[in-house]
């Protein structure tokens, strides 16, 4: 009696904690299920629709965050250079090209799926495409990089790995036919300190 007790509650113990934790897990990532990929910049267009998945209702719930809902825009998340490698603080990046047509866009740091926040006011950890320096032909370049940079430049801390979110408002990307070639900005690592 004791024996079959003891294996019941183990059980019961073992389902709570898998349960939990894998929820835990599935909610704690920003969903990309349906997904748009773009030259490595991922986005998922369903998040802002009428009814979205069940993980993306869940990780909002969570985090506190809001969607962009489908009219206003689409937000993609990159964690990886061009070779495939981990953006780390620790080393210098050139974000370099243009993006799809819109009205604003947003380049933010995300450090743990959420914005970074300033270690001291005045240090940019967010770019909009109002307030950056372009070429003549249209095309920027933005460094991230541990310290200041000539140009644009953005913070992503001292150290460890980091990703980018790129915010497209009032663009036409979401319903896109095919006929235009879409371009997102490269991410090019130019060395590590």
Known sequence: MIRELSTLLYGVALALVLGIGSAVWATGHYPLFGELAINGWNANPGVGADSPDPYSQAYFARSGGLP????????????????????????????????????????????????????????PVALHSRSILRFRSGDFDIRIAPLPQPGNWLYAGSSGPFALGLSLYDTSIGSDTGLTDLRMPSIKNLGCS
């Open 68 to 123: 962009l809902a489908a009219a206003e825009g689409v937000a993609f998340v990159r964690d990886a250079d061009d070779d495939g490698d981990t953006l780390n603080a620790r080393c210098i990046y050139a974000v370099e090209g243009d993006t799809p047509g819109a009205r604003l866009w947003t380049l933010t740091v995300l450090s743990g799926g959420e914005p970074l926040q300033p270690p001291a006011e005045g240090t």
